[in-house]
C-alpha cells in the first residue's frame, strides 16, 4: 500500500553500504516514490546535475569525501529536502548538516518504517519555510472576524452550509468565488471560510493577483527550477505547493493572463501542478478561494476571462453586497468597529451624535467597510471632543469629492458667492435636473424628492424649454 508521504516523490539515496542501499531504494518504490541511487560524492554530483529530486537520504560517511560536502557545495535544488543518515556516534556530522540546510536526521541502524514519518515532517518543514517567506512579503494579513448583520443573513447560511460539505468531502474541496465591491470584505469572508473549517490548522497563503507582475506570476504560483529563466538561479516551491492541505486565496483573480487563467484551471481539475522548466507533475490538494470586483460574465463576454475556468468556479459562489445597500447594518457596524479601534489604539470610547449617525448614514461609502473603518479611525485619533460628528463627511468623502448629505446637511456652508453675481434661477433648474436624474426622469418622483409640486416642476421644465428655443 502506498504511503501518502512517499507517493509520486522522486528520492535520492546517497549510501556506500551495498545492501543498506538496496534496502532503501526498493522500499521507496514499494511505497509509490522514485528513487535513484549513488555510493559517492561523485555518482551523487553526477545524478543532481540532471535531475531534481524531492528529498536525497544522504549519508554523512562516503568513500570520497563528506555528504556533508554535498551541501556546502550547494549541489541541492533548494526544493530538495535532504535527510541526513549517520551511524551512532555521529552526531557531529548530523548538527553540521542540519546547520548547512538539513531538514532531519536518522541514526543508523533504523527500521525503513520510519521513512515515511521522518519524510512527512521534512516535508512540513519545507512548506513552513515557504509560508513564512510569503508571510514576510505580506504584511496585509490581519483578523477574519466578519460582521454579518442582518443584511447579511443569507451570506451567512450559504457560508454554514460550504463549511457542513467541507467536512463530509475532507480532501479535494470544490473552489469558492467571492463576489463584490472593492472594500465589502472579501478577504475577511476567505478568512473565515478557512479558519472555520476542516482545515484551519493548514497553511493559508493569500495573493493579490492584481500586485504579480506578468513575468513572475507564473513562477509565483506554480514553483521554479534552477535555470529556468535568467535569474532563477535557485529553485523554488510555488504558493500551491505552499498551500498543499490548507487554503489558497487568489485576490483579483481576473487580473491574471488567459494562459496562467488556464494553468489555474488544470490545476483545479488534476489536482497536480508544474513547475515553470520542470517536467514532474506534483499532487496537490488545496481549496481554491477566489475573489474579484469585476462581474466575470462581462469579462467572459468580451474575451478578458476563459469562460471555462469561469463555469468551474462559478459553484460555491458568495456575494457581498455593498454597504449602501446595507443601510441597517451601518450603526451597528460603526459601533463594532469603533470598539475595535479604540482597543487597539488604547483610546477610550467615543459616543457618536444624533448629528454624527445621520452624516453616517446619508453617506454613500463607495469603498464600503474599509473606508468607513478608515473614516472612524480617522476620527476617533483627530477629532479632540469625547462625542463624534463626522464633520469631514460635510465637505468631501476620502477622494475629495462631494458627498450626499441628510436634508438638514445638504448645503455646504464653505460656499462663497462669486464677485460676478449668481443665477438663483438656473440653480432651480439644476437642482430639478439632479432629481430627475435620481429618479430615472419620473416627475412626480423628482417633485417629492424637492418637496414641490408636480405641476411647479412641469412649469420649471416648459420655461426651460422655451427659454432654449428662443435663444435666451
Known amino acids: 500500500m502506498r504511503t501518502a508521504a512517499l507517493g509520486n516523490l522522486g528520492i535520492l539515496v546517497v549510501e556506500d553500504e551495498p545492501l543498506l542501499r538496496k534496502h532503501l531504494a526498493a ?104 509560508l513564512d517567506e510569503h508571510r514576510r512579503s505580506d504584511a496585509t494579513l490581519s483578523g477574519d472576524t466578519f460582521f454579518f448583520g442582518s443584511s447579511l443573513s443569507g451570506l451567512n447560511t450559504q457560508l454554514a452550509k460550504i463549511l457542513a460539505a467541507d467536512v463530509r468531502m475532507q480532501s479535494r474541496l470544490p473552489p469558492v468565488l467571492i463576489e463584490g465591491e472593492t472594500g465589502t470584505g472579501k478577504t475577511t469572508i476567505a478568512r473565515w471560510l478557512h479558519h472555520h473549517g476542516p482545515r484551519a490548522a493548514q497553511p493559508l497563503v493569500e495573493i493579490n493577483c492584481s500586485a504579480l507582475p506578468e513575468t513572475l506570476a507564473e513562477s509565483e504560483l506554480f514553483g521554479h527550477e534552477r535555470g ?174 462631494p458627498i450626499s448629505r441628510s436634508d438638514s446637511e445638504w448645503f455646504n456652508e464653505g460656499f462663497v458667492f462669486p464677485e460676478n453675481g449668481f443665477s438663483l434661477d438656473e440653480a432651480i433648474n439644476r437642482l430639478i435636473g439632479h432629481a430627475l436624474k435620481q429618479t430615472g426622469d419620473n416627475v412626480s418622483a423628482a417633485a417629492r424628492l424637492l418637496g414641490v409640486s408636480r405641476d411647479y416642476v412641469r412649469y420649471r421644465l416648459e420655461n426651460q424649454k422655451s427659454s432654449l428655443e428662443s435663444g435666451e
Open 228 to 401: 529556468a529563466f535568467t535569474d532563477a538561479k535557485t529553485a523554488r516551491i510555488g504558493l500551491f505547493e505552499a498551500a498543499n492541505g490548507g487554503t489558497l486565496f487568489l485576490d483579483e483573480l481576473p487580473s491574471l493572463s488567459l494562459g496562467l487563467q488556464a494553468k489555474v484551471l488544470t490545476t483545479i481539475e488534476d489536482h497536480r501542478i508544474r513547475r515553470v522548466g520542470g517536467n514532474k507533475e506534483i499532487p496537490v490538494d488545496v481549496r481554491l478561494i477566489s475573489a474579484t470586483n469585476r462581474d466575470l460574465k462581462t469579462l467572459v463576454a468580451h474575451g478578458q476571462f476563459r469562460e471555462d475556468l469561469f463555469h468551474r468556479l462559478d459553484l460555491y459562489r458568495l456575494q457581498i453586497v455593498p454597504l449602501r445597500d446595507r443601510t441597517g447594518d451601518i450603526l451597528p457596524l460603526t459601533e463594532t468597529l469603533i470598539t475595535r479601534i479604540g482597543a487597539r489604539h488604547r483610546l477610550p470610547p467615543k459616543q457618536i451624535t444624533e448629528l454624527g449617525k445621520k452624516r453616517l448614514l446619508s453617506y454613500r461609502w463607495p469603498g464600503n467597510v474599509r473606508e468607513l473603518s478608515h473614516e472612524l479611525e480617522r476620527a476617533m485619533v483627530f477629532e479632540e471632543s469625547n462625542e463624534l460628528n463626522f464633520d469631514h463627511l460635510i465637505t468631501s468623502n476620502s477622494a475629495g469629492s
Open 27 to 130: 522500499y521507496l518504490q514499494k511505497q509509490g516514490a522514485e528513487a535513484a541511487s549513488a555510493d559517492s560524492l561523485q555518482a551523487a554530483r553526477a545524478l543532481l546535475e540532471k535531475t531534481v529530486f524531492d528529498f536525497a537520504l544522504l549519508d554523512v560517511n562516503l568513500p570520497d569525501g563528506l555528504g556533508t560536502d554535498l551541501l556546502k557545495g550547494k549541489f541541492f535544488s533548494a526544493n530538495t529536502g535532504v535527510i541526513v543518515m549517520t551511524a551512532e556516534g555521529g552526531i557531529t556530522g548530523a548538527v553540521e548538516a542540519m546547520r548547512l540546510g538539513a531538514l532531519e536526521y536518522l541514526v543508523k541502524p533504523f527500521d525503513l518504517t520510519e521513512l515515511p514519518l521522518v519524510i512527512g515532517r521534512a516535508q512540513q518543514a519545507k512548506q513552513a519555510a515557504r
